[in-house]
């Protein structure tokens, strides 16, 4: 993931207050964003040359894919606010 990209989706998901009522953490390795919650993966947020991919625990292929950071912050909070 390019470094800006994931930097300003890191930024947008962390300042989340759905995210953060809901007691969600995020962490970016090499990878990409991990989101967790009590120490269980809920999804991990990577960027290719063209979007961001959200590839959910024990997935190998992406489920959601979008080339907006907008769209991808509204994916974690509508998925992630139904756990």
Do not use: C
Request: hydrophobic letters at 35%; charged letters at 25%.
């Amino acid at each position: 993931m390019r470094e800006d990209k994931k930097q300003r989706l890191f930024e947008l998901l962390r300042s989340n207050e759905i995210l953060k009522i809901k007691g969600y953490s995020l962490a970016y390795d090499g990878g990409g964003i991990i989101v967790d919650r009590a120490g269980h993966v809920h999804g991990i947020w990577s960027h290719d040359a063209r979007s961001y991919t959200w590839i959910s625990p024990g997935n190998t292929e992406p489920r959601f894919r979008t080339e907006d950071v907008r769209s991808a912050v509204l994916y974690t909070v509508v998925v992630l606010a139904q756990t």
